[in-house]
């Protein structure tokens, strides 16, 4: 059963909260009102390395292995992740022991989390720029193409030449999908 563990707030960030379970940890980031905004959730699934699967409506879906840092008592650290573009992502045994653990959880946290595991795609588009991480939510408006956030942000690519420019200026033009209210 998740229990609330402490946690220090980030000045000037989104207000996040902190549960725990023996194999799952969960982050969970809420907008202004309150209502949940983004999560991550840690796990470890026997005979596997522990993994952390993010979810953002700016980032769309991330899925990184973790190199743990962790001391006793402590979760570990986001500073020890690497990307893991070609991972699967084990919806069912995540989603098993999600329930295993969420009774901890109040029902606007459970529903939250739970929904958007229930609609990860298992496939995540791979960046079609470096080819080596997961596409985040940034596309060019002009050709299509999916990028990763460090690429949709390096400034080489910003001013990369565009197979379908989206206006007069050749370059690629970032969009963002976000979520439907």
């Known amino acids: 059963m998740f229990q609330e ?6 000045r000037d960030a989104m ?5 725990w379970d023996t194999d799952i940890s969960l982050f969970v980031w809420y907008d202004p009102r309150g209502t949940p905004w983004g999560f991550q959730l840690i796990y470890k699934l026997p005979g596997y390395p522990s993994m952390a699967v993010t979810w953002t409506p700016l980032e769309g879906w991330l899925h990184h292995l973790l190199v743990e840092s962790r001391r ?9 992740m690497r990307s893991t573009a070609s991972a699967y992502f084990d919806k069912p045994r995540v989603l098993d022991l999600l329930k ?3 009774r901890g ?6 529903v939250f989390v739970f929904d958007k595991l229930v609609a990860h795609p298992n496939d995540m588009e ?7 991480k997961r596409a985040a939510s940034s596309f060019c ?6 990028a990763c956030t460090a690429c949709a942000h390096t400034p080489e690519l910003r001013g990369a030449k565009c197979p379908k420019p989206h206006s007069s200026v050749p370059v690629h033009a970032w969009a963002h999908e976000l979520p439907e209210d």
């Open 5 to 10: 563990g402490e946690i220090d707030q980030k």
């Open 126 to 132: 791979v960046c079609g720029f470096c080819k080596d």
């Open 15 to 19: 207000p996040r909260r902190f549960f």
């Open 141 to 146: 408006a002009g050709c299509g193409l999916r």
């Open 105 to 110: 959880l109040a029902p606007q946290e459970r």
């Open 100 to 102: 295993s653990a969420w």
């Open 72 to 80: 006793p008592g402590q979760w570990p650290s986001t500073t020890g």
